[in-house]
């Protein structure tokens, strides 16, 4: 069974008075910086660094496994749940890039955008036309935000997660966040634009928000033969 994290050395961490695995998870996170670091001067010995834009982000939110207790560190701050939780805390990361020459240093985006707007972003950026790309996709390409034009909001973000046999699902739509976690269970409402801890649950009160957010799961839901439903609530 996993314990802490696979790192060669605890670095200064060692002579903390903290759980070895909470050592484990700082050492981790200090080298990951460093490592980072370490490719960054490559591609500035290299001369690629004004030609090479760098993104990082985390395709979930706070780790809470091996042993490890995401509240150590207070790793979702204000965010409620961890990874694998269709809570803010599970699914709302930050991310970074770096585009020298194009992108201001310290600049700061509060725009939502996922994982599947890269694609489109990326081809923007290398000059591919949409016309060469799928035209089922759901992304958008955020470079007019990389670039700090305005950009029009999504009309909204969708997930889907399978836990402890229970298929659950969340939107994101303007201020508005559903969570629901089987599908059985009606929606949860929150307003986290004064509630990102989403603690309370107005699906009561703003049936008509409910009812658009179960029409965009019909819409976004799209049935796969490699990860059907099915094995999710059987296996």
Known sequence: EESGAPVPTDLD???????????????????????????????????????????????????????????????????????????????????????????????????????????????????????ELPNNLDGISIVPTLLGQTQPPKEYLYWEFCTDHKWGHAIRMDKWKAVSFSLEEIFELYDISTDIHEDINLASSYPDIISKMNTITKLAHTDSPIWPIQDCLTS
């Open 13 to 131: 961490y060692a002579n903390k008075s903290w759980p070895i695995v909470e050592k484990d998870h700082a050492a981790s996170i200090t080298l990951q910086d460093k490592d980072i670091s370490l490719i960054l001067d490559v591609l500035k010995k290299k001369g690629f660094e004004d030609n090479t834009i760098v993104f990082f982000a985390s395709d979930n939110g706070a780790h809470n496994a091996g042993g490890h207790s995401y509240l150590f560190f207070n790793s979702s701050g204000p965010l409620r749940g961890f990874k694998r939780s269709l809570y803010e805390g599970g699914i709302r990361t930050p991310s970074m890039v770096r585009w020298p020459g194009k992108i201001k240093p310290g600049s700061v985006s509060n725009y939502a955008w996922a994982f599947w707007d890269f694609l489109p972003t990326a081809a923007e950026i290398a000059g591919i036309p949409t016309s």
